[in-house]
């Protein structure tokens, strides 16, 4: 079932990846640009070319699906609690499994508290959810001396409104590369 | 009706007097009709021209906001009297006005002028015709008992606010017995998200006029808390990307890092002798209270518990401190004696109870309490007694006491902004205090400023 939902995600965000590298020329050049101008020779010529998918070993798999996982930074939590919910699992294997392999790449772990509250309650709790984040990195094999910690508690809202959507945006955990 | 209408003068003038435009606005919600009739009347200005400066607009704000006096609008005055030679005694205790406060402005000299003034029983006055007499040394003497207090000083034009706060003060402590809190001010944090540094640290006279920013950064700023002898405000601030505590002189902008261990530096606050500082720090492992002394920077871990330990707050005698705890599942209130070390449950209702702070006289503390997910301002008899909720605004946070323990500035929601309002501490008076701009928490009320 879990396998399932992978390959589903990835027919996903496969496609989604391939066209990112195709638009984006104005943000990460490097390595992009034969790929356009291919591409657009071929449009221009009045053919339409197909191409195979190419098999990929399953660490060729995890890779990428981890490299498309890492795009995403924040974990949100329940109303004044710090436990990590089963559905981040796959997120922080792929963060933790980067810096394994980056032993020099240092993440900052911010926490983050909604406004309810005092401020210097959510300060605690907000440590809380940031400290929650990096036990469990480290219980993935990373290093301590690559994580650190900061809570900015109810002060840096990502949503500042006073509703139930709004704070669970604002109760999260951000990785800050 | 007559009452409604007075009340909606009274609140008219004082939102359009340009006297009352201070960084914060006042809009009093609740409470003015409990309050004592009184009157300060316009100060005559014995001397050519506009007069130097308004004072008794001033006193009557200060009074109002007190929340214990109703000072009459001067349209609904029976007459303007200066000195209490000339007032009608009957006229005045016909409207139930109690007291009267009269005054006289004089040029002294170039830019200095004499204020002379004189707050009177009106009720006594009226009962003895202001010719009451007395024996002294087996002769009688006038007494002028219906004279509280009479005073004269010189004052620059410059001074004419902080002179009539002074005023203010002898008022209130005469008619009320306990000394009055009109010359502070309030320290608080603005946020307005549309500056390139959206955080500032501000302070003002407590009714918002004189704001002067003492610091502004891209990163948050909070927790700003008075040393005892106002001349500094110790905080925290997030300037560096981490919680660091800082000491500012507001008077010089000398500015000293205290701490930046990792973790948490937070909530810093002043012992009642201004030699140490409360403070909470997680460099052990979680949120804990410690006590560093200034002199010589030494820490005193105070909490040692496996869940959050917050909120310092000192007994006036600087023997305990009252803080927030999670070690009986939910944030409630304790004690802890710094000597003995014991520890003290102090909280039992409602879901949460946080924030708290002990009022100046010990023998109650002011609370944030949180009752079907509501946060509210509360206060209980310390050690041990009956909590009573005294706010019903929403999110009620951040609560600081004036020096003299009758009012709670504190930090509320209102339409969507975080905004400051004002609470009696008997729950009667409240007011808010809407920012012309961006959000303001925070609130931290000064001591005495003498």
Redesign the interface.
């Known amino acids: 079932m879990n396998l399932n939902k992978f390959l589903k995600g990835l027919a996903i965000a496969l496609p989604i990846a391939t066209l990112a590298a195709c638009s984006s020329n104005q943000q990460t050049d490097s390595g992009t640009g034969t790929q356009d101008t291919n591409q657009q020779q071929q449009q221009e010529s009045g053919v339409d070319v197909g191409a195979a998918d190419r098999t990929m070993s399953p660490e060729e798999q995890r890779q990428e699906k981890y490299d498309e996982l890492r795009k995403e930074h924040m974990i949100y939590f329940a109303f004044d609690e710090s436990r990590i919910a089963s559905e981040y699992a796959e997120l922080l294997a792929a963060h933790a499994d980067y810096l394994v392999k980056n032993p020099s790449v240092d993440v ?1 772990i911010e926490g983050h508290a909604d ?7 959510n ?3 907000g ?2 959810r940031a400290k929650a984040v990096t036990e469990y990195l480290r219980n993935l094999g990373v290093n301590s001396s690559q994580l ?6 109810e ?2 809202p990502l949503v ?3 509703n139930e959507s709004a704070y669970a945006k604002n109760r999260r955990a951000v990785l800050v590369y | 009706m007559m009452k409604k209408l007075v009340i909606l003068f009274l609140s008219l003038s004082v939102l359009t007097s340009p006297l009352a435009r201070g960084a914060l606005e006042i809009v009093i919600t609740e409470g003015i009709d409990t309050a004592r009739p009184i009157a300060v009347v316009p100060f005559r200005w014995n001397g050519e021209g506009p007069a130097p400066g308004d004072i008794s607009n001033v006193v009557a704000a200060d009074l109002m906001r007190s929340g214990k006096f109703n000072p009459i609008p001067a349209a609904a005055m029976p007459q303007m009297p200066s000195t209490s030679g000339e007032v009608d005694y009957a006229a005045w205790a016909g409207l139930g006005v109690e007291a009267i406060v009269v005054g006289t402005v004089e040029e002294y000299s170039v830019d200095r002028y004499t204020i002379k003034f004189e707050v009177i029983d009106v009720l006594r006055g009226q009962i003895t015709g202001g010719g009451s007499q007395m024996l002294r040394e087996g002769e009688l003497v006038a007494s002028n008992d219906h004279i509280l207090d009479a005073r004269s000083s010189v004052v620059t034009s410059s001074q004419f606010r902080q002179y009539s706060h002074r005023i203010s003060d002898v008022v209130y402590e005469e008619l009320t017995g306990e000394p009055g809190a009109f010359m502070t001010r309030i320290a608080y944090v603005t946020v307005n998200y549309n500056d390139d540094k959206p955080y500032q640290l501000m302070v003002a006279d407590y009714d918002g006029y004189g704001e002067r920013v003492l610091l502004r950064s891209n990163q948050p700023l909070m927790s700003p808390s008075w040393s005892p002898d106002g001349n500094k405000l110790v905080y925290v601030s997030f300037e560096n990307k981490t919680a660091e505590i800082f000491i500012q002189d507001i008077y010089t902008t000398r500015r000293d890092k205290l701490t930046s261990f990792p973790g948490i530096n937070g909530n810093p606050i002043f012992s009642p002798d201004g030699k140490r500082i409360a403070m909470v720090l997680s460099k052990d492992g979680n949120p804990e209270l410690y006590i560093m002394t200034l002199a010589n920077q030494q820490l005193q871990r105070v909490t040692n518990n496996r869940a959050i330990d917050t909120e310092p707050s000192w007994t006036p005698d600087g023997k305990s401190l009252i803080f927030t705890s999670e070690r009986g599942g939910r944030p409630q209130l304790y004690s802890v004696n710094l000597q003995s070390g014991s520890v003290r449950r102090l909280t039992f209702e409602g879901e949460q109870n946080l924030g708290g702070t002990v009022m100046p006289s010990g023998d109650q503390f002011v609370l944030v309490n949180r009752t079907r997910g509501n946060y509210h301002i509360a206060k209980q008899d310390y050690p041990s007694g009956a909590m009573q909720v005294l706010t019903q605004t929403s999110l009620d946070e951040s609560p600081s006491l004036a020096p003299n323990g009758s009012m709670i500035i504190y930090s509320t929601t209102h339409n969507g902004k975080q905004v400051l309002a004002l609470v009696s501490v008997d729950g009667r008076f409240k007011a808010r205090l809407p920012a012309r701009e961006g959000e303001v928490k925070s609130p931290s009320w000064s001591p005495y400023l003498r």
């Open positions: 900052v406004e309810r509250g005092t401020p210097e309650y300060i605690a709790l440590e809380r650190s910690t900061v809570s900015y508690g002060e840096k500042r409104a006073s």
